[in-house]
Structures are given as C-alpha cells and as structure tokens.
C-alpha cells in the first residue's frame, strides 16, 4: 500500500470543429438569435469552442485523451486498475461511459464508473482515485473528463449557448512513494440545484421535462467566486501552505471574470493563472484535465512544481486539489 498518488501522464482531446464567436454568432442569427464577438468576449472572455460531430460521444473524446496520458506515463491499457470518467453527458443512461471507455481502450477487468459532478466532477473523480490509491484498491489509473456539452444546450437562449464547448482530458494516477497529490477538498449545497441544471430524464420510453441548460448566470457567478475562494483557503490549510506557495492556479474554465476574481481573492497573479477558456469555453468536467494538459506539455507547468486545480458546478459542487507535478 503506497502513502501517496502521483500523477504520471496527461493527455486532452478536442473534436476538430471549431466555431469562433464570429462562426457561432453567424449560425445563431438564421434563427433570428443575435449575439456578437464583442459581447461574449467581454462579459466571458470566450473567442471560440469546439463541437464534436453528431456520431461521437463523450467515450470517443475521453478515449483519445486517455491514449496520451497513457502515452506520456509510459504504461499500456492493461496495466490501468481503475478508470473513472467525469461526465453530465454520459454516452448512454446505462452503462457508464467509463466502462464503453474500457471496452474501447482494451482495459478489462478494470474497475469503472462515472462520477456525476457536473464542471466539479474532475476534482470529484480525481479526489476518488486518490483515495483508492492511499487505501491499496487501486495503482495505477486513469482519470478522465469528457464532455459534449453541445448537445444539452438551447441554441435558441444567447445566454448560455454561446458559453460552452466539447472536449476531455485525461490523467494517470499512479501509486507513489512520493507525494504527488498533498490535499483535497470536496464539497455540495443541494438548495442550489435549480440555478443551473438540465431538468429533463428519461421515462417509459420519453424524455420527460425539459432536457436543456437552465442557469441564472448572475446567482452561479456570485456563487461560483466565493466557494472557490472557500476551496483554496481550506487546502491549503490542510496541506500546510499558503497562497503564496502555489506554482500554478488551474481552476475550472468557466469564465475569465470568475478565473481573475478567484485569483485576485488568493492574491495571486494572473500569470500564476492556467487559462484556456478563450480557445475552448467552459468544458464543463473536461475543462481542468484539458488546461493541465496543455500547460504541461507546452513546458509551462513543470515537474515538482505546485499546482492548485479547483472546481465548481452545477449542484451546486465545488472542491479543489493540491498537489505536486
Ligand atoms: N449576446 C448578446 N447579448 C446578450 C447575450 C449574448 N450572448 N446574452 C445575454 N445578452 C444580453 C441580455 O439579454 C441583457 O440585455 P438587456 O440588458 O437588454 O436585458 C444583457 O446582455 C445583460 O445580460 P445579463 O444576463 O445581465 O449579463 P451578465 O452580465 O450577467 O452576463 C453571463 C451573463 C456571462 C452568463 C454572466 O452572468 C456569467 O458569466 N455568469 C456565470 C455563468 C457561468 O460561467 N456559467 C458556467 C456554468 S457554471 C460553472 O461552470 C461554474
């Protein structure tokens, strides 16, 4: 039984069609929605986001970032004891995408289930893992994000469609003698499930309510700021560090204006800030997995640096990671 998780390679994956706002605020005015450029940048910080193609599903993208992380941590699919996938868009209502994953990436005999944190489910899924790595029921395994938020989404409400994107990211997790991951901070406040949520399900062969996003943008960004700043502060309290400490901040891709006011909170600046919400908007569980990856293998982030990921969605849910690359 290992004292410490570690992780050992990352990967990500984005379906090749990219929409700027341009491209998107062009497809939103045949049906007589207007937006521009100018507006979305502005209130969000989003220039472009890609969608996956009709025929592909979370599993499909949280394969190809699985295959890099594998990649960069040298292992093959049969060595991973454990794949969880965080996901609200899930390939069916049953099995989980994690075992179609399984299936795909040739990993059997692995365990395998889906975490449901909505834009928390990374730091949900990878808090999990950790644990089942410290307690000796799992290695090695793989972590992975996936989404395609494009098909939850009401192209017809210029207040939400505009602000999300597919994609996945992916991350090993390995048993260590050295600690890789130091704390974690999990946490829900269920009274807030209405401000954003998809209020559809399945039943006698229907889809019942209304399967969309809903979400009052101006209650989830009030929340949003002061649970991430909860987040941090506790820790870094519990692994003995203070903001100062932090290498890098990779906080979910949700908003800039939410990424600066989380920062500006920890006084830290926005260079010490991973973002990518400008290239790929808010991928909901892939958006943490997707910045990490691009910022390791660009050289940004570096091996033993410290690294604070944190999280908050739908739920509500929130929570975040330290830990050392
Ligand atoms: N294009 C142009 N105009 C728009 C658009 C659009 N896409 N959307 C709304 N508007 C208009 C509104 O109709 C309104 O017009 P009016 O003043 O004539 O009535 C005006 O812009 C202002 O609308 P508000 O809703 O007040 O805009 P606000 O400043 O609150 O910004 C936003 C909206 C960007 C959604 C903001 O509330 C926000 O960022 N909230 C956080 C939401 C978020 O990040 N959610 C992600 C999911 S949750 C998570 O991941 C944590």
Known sequence: ????????????????????????????????????????????????????????????????AARQALQA????????????????????????????????????????????????GFIYALTVADALIKTGAATKALVIGAEVFSRLLDFKDRTTCVLFGDGAGAVVLEASDTPGILASDLHADGKHVGILCVPGHVSGGKTLGDPLLKMDGKAVFKLAVGVLDEAAREVLAKAGKVAADVDWLVPHQANIRIMQSAARKLKLPMEKVIVTVDQHGNTSAASIPLALDGAVRSGTIKPGELVMLEGVGGGFTWGAVLLNL
């Open 1 to 64: 039984m290992s004292l410490y998780s570690r992780i050992t390679g990352t990967g990500s994956y984005l379906p090749p069609r990219r929409l700027t706002n341009a491209d998107l605020a062009a497809e939103l005015a045949v049906n007589g929605v207007l937006t521009s450029d100018d507006w979305i940048v502005e209130r969000t910080g989003i220039r472009a986001r890609h969608f996956a193609a009709p025929d592909v599903c979370s599993s499909d993208l949280g394969l190809a």
């Open 73 to 120: 941590a040298n292992l093959q699919a049969q060595d991973i004891d454990l794949i969880i996938v965080a996901t609200s868009t899930p390939d069916m209502v049953f099995p989980s995408t994690a075992c179609i994953l399984q299936n795909k990436l040739g990993a059997h005999g692995s365990a395998a289930f889906d975490v449901q944190a909505v834009c928390s």
